[in-house]
């Protein structure tokens, strides 16, 4: 285990380095689709014929400029690699000063990379997917906006300017979720994923402000250079608060729920927003603020337990959808759940985090693509029991996914074994229960994926009536392509150990793990891990015919997985239900005793002016009457005063 | 010369002025009691006025008579429409406004 004395170094202060020569165009990375979306969405119909072409330009063009500065940042010395770019000056208030600066390094290269280039080959994928769709423009302003907000969030050198990233990625991806708004579902599924975001939006915030409070800044730069100094209950306190952040933004424990319900938008956003990109977003604030997360142990164990809880529960989840999407919404759970983990070991395990998070945006977008391939040919059919036998009617969608299938399994020489074995090592030089869990998570993940390879591709056709499958247009298969060869290939990323030399400017460095076993046993295990892994999956699915209507009676296990595990049967009564109670219980003591002493004012009133009314009755002479008594009592009153 | 007859007569003029009011009615009996009344208290001031042996009883005395004139004009007024209206002028009919 990591301990603080061990570690040699923290990260350098960020920042000391202007900016110069192709890196003053930074800004223009976040510049472009953020002015695609501003044109599209404001544009309006005018935009209609070739907004698509211009969102996909725009992301493009970002991507290229992404690799120049990759490239520029390459050329460079390694102390030359953190550059900062500032914009404006934000806000002031009193001696707290935020400034927009952008800060480019070894961290958010990556990132760059990832969300453009991904994102760009789904920008053109959903040219095809989205081709008869009426809001197609709007589709892309969407999807331009949630790249700019993604770039802002990653690209931000302030927890505040993370912030804002951070609420517009929620808003892109409510927007998307939605997208289909005529479908009650899919409008009740953004709602949730917005509220269930709000909680962990909540930790963010309160996150930067103890920061504010504990360094009198918020600034990376500030914070990395003191945070050795803050008191341990400090750091633990915003470790907690940023992982609270994670856990929503991430789908963790125990805000996962709104992932699988967010499976109703369209398939592309899927595959960029909740699979490769936004979701990611919590590791990446994890890993940005190693800076705190090094120096606490708590906070650390925290995320390691968040991490195993959510990788073991996706992937039981995942075994018993039937659900294409959501399947793969289950996974996308369980493998963010090995970043978050790997997050969690420390400056041991930050590279391989992001390595994760890179070889599985590659991996997952390419069979969340495949999955929306397969949908386009069956109908947008979603259930796996009318599949079946696809590999003849789509060849290059089953190759693609095939290789997808074999990187998320840590297949060698796929990119999921080079990222996923790491983590599986580290958690296991860290400690053997943690081990233990993420290789039950590799098996777990083996038998839910050729589930669901056997129930798409093999075994005989269950095709509903109607159903033609026909493989998608070029426009869709291309992506898939590049993204199966990056699925295959990602794993060179780690040659000579490239990805952690790059990574440990930003992360620190350390000491290598000690396992008492050679790494090459280690990676047997897993194998026959998952190997086994597979040939359950065989022997019950492959090997047996599959109804087309799922069985009903099932074991106790399916029935909780099918049920997510009972996520939100369990936010319905630890959080809706008393909530709702107390707020039922509030609204009786507004109306009973609040307005009851307004209103109970107001009717004694009402009766004592209804009671005098009567006095008033229409007769002149008994108005003379009262005149004459009140005169004797006048001259009664003046002659006792006088004479009395 | 004493004042006391002319104060006895004053009261006893004002007391049936008065009762007319509150027993009578018709809205011109009403109102002639009301002018007897009127013309009570103004015997009462022209009485006050002499034995004091000064003018402003007297002049209040005139002043009581303009606007009893006055009065009458629009009182008058008042009963004729309400007769005309109703073919009654009885006080106890106009009760419309009440409440």
């Not at chain 1, 992360?507 to 790494?519: N, Q, Y």
């Not at chain 1, 209103?599 to 009314?613: D, N, P």
């Amino acid at each position: 285990m990591v301990t603080l004395e061990s570690l040699p170094h923290l990260p350098p202060v960020v920042g000391s380095v202007p900016t110069d020569g192709v890196f003053s165009l930074l800004w223009l990375v976040i510049a472009l689709p953020a002015l695609g979306a501003a044109i599209l969405l404001i544009g309006g119909k005018r935009t209609d014929k070739w907004g698509h072409y211009l969102a996909t330009a725009a992301v493009s063009a970002s991507f290229v400029l992404s690799l120049v500065l990759f490239f520029g940042l390459l050329g460079r010395d390694g102390e030359e690699r953190q550059v900062t770019q500032h914009l404006w000056d934000w806000f002031t208030a009193g001696s707290y000063q935020v400034k927009f600066d952008l800060l480019y390094d070894q961290l958010s290269a990556l990132f760059l990379l990832l969300i453009t280039g991904v994102g760009s080959l789904i920008h053109v994928y959903s040219i095809g997917y989205m081709e008869h769709d009426e809001r197609r423009r709007r589709f892309f302003g969407y999807l331009n906006l949630f790249v700019a907000s993604m770039l802002v969030l990653v690209l931000a050198a302030d927890y505040v300017g993370v912030f804002l990233g951070w609420e517009g990625v929620g808003l892109a991806s409510y927007l998307l979720i939605g997208f289909w708004q005529h479908k009650p579902t899919a409008a009740a599924a953004a709602k949730k994923a917005f509220v269930v975001n709000r909680v962990g939006d909540i930790g963010l915030s309160l996150g930067t402000a103890l920061i504010f409070v504990t360094f009198g800044s918020t600034s990376f730069a500030v914070v990395s250079a003191a945070s050795s100094q803050a008191s341990d209950g400090a750091l633990t306190g915003i470790g907690l608060l940023l992982l609270l952040a994670a856990c929503g933004k991430s789908a963790q424990f125990p805000l996962q729920t709104w992932l699988l319900d967010a499976m109703e938008g369209p398939t592309p956003v899927s595959a960029l927003i909740h699979a490769a990109t936004m979701v990611t977003a919590g590791v990446y604030l994890i890993v940005r603020s190693n800076f705190i997360f090094s120096l606490t142990e708590d906070a650390r164990t925290a995320v390691i337990i968040i991490g195993c809880i959510t990788l073991l529960m996706g992937a039981v989840i995942g075994c018993a959808k039937d659900d294409i999407k959501k399947a793969l919404a289950g996974s996308t759970m369980s493998q963010i759940g090995y970043m978050v983990l790997a997050a969690g070991l420390g400056p041991a395990g930050y590279a391989f985090a992001i390595f994760h998070l890179l070889t599985h945006g590659f991996f997952k977008a390419n069979m969340f693509l495949g999955a929306g391939s397969v949908m386009h040919g069956m109908n947008d059919d979603v259930n796996m029991r009318h599949y079946g036998a696809l590999q003849k009617a789509m060849p290059v969608t089953f190759a693609t996914f095939g290789i997808g299938y074999l990187a998320i399994l840590g297949v060698p020489p796929f990119a999921g074994f080079w990222s996923k074995d790491k983590i599986i090592e580290t958690a296991f030089a860290d400690n053997v229960l943690v081990g233990l869990c993420a290789l039950v998570g590799a098996g777990v993940t083996a038998f839910y994926m050729t589930r669901l390879m056997l129930m798409t591709y093999a075994g005989t056709k269950r095709w509903e009536k109607g159903v033609h499958p026909h493989e998608s247009p070029k426009v869709m298969t291309v992506p898939l392509i590049a993204l199966a060869v990056l699925s295959a290939l990602g794993g060179l990323l780690t040659l000579n150990g490239w990805i952690s030399d790059w990574l440990n400017p930003v992360v620190g460095e350390h000491e290598e793990h000690h396992l008492a076993i050679p790494a090459i046993v280690m990676s047997l295990i897993i194998l026959v891990v998952v190997a086994a892994g597979v040939a359950v999956a065989w022997f019950l699915v492959g090997k047996k015919p599959i109804p087309k209507v799922a069985p009903t009676e099932v074991s106790v296990f399916t029935k909780a997985a099918r049920a997510d595990l009972y996520g939100d049967a369990f936010n319905d009564a630890v959080v809706i239900k008393p909530g709702v109670a107390g707020i039922g219980a509030l609204t009786t003591f507004d109306t009973t005793v609040v307005d009851g002493a307004a209103e109970g004012t107001a009717t004694v009133f009402a009766a004592m002016s209804a009671q005098f009314r009567l006095l008033q009755n229409g007769f002149v002479r008994s108005y003379a009457l009262a005149l004459l008594a009140g005169a004797t009592v006048v001259v009664l009153a003046l002659l006792a005063v006088n004479f009395g | 010369m004493s004042t006391e007859p002319f104060v006895i007569l004053s009261a006893i003029l004002f007391t049936i002025g008065c009762i007319g009011v509150l027993t009578r009615r018709n809205a011109l009996v009403v109102f002639m009691c009301v002018e007897l009344m009127l013309n009570a208290s103004n015997l009462l001031l022209i009485t006050f006025s002499r034995a004091n042996g000064n003018l402003e009883g007297q002049i209040a005395a005139f002043f009581v008579m303009v606007v009893a004139a006055a009065e009458v004009v629009v009182g008058l007024a008042i009963i004729m429409t309400i007769f005309r209206t109703r073919r009654s002028a009885s006080v106890d009919d106009a009760s419309l406004l009440k409440y």
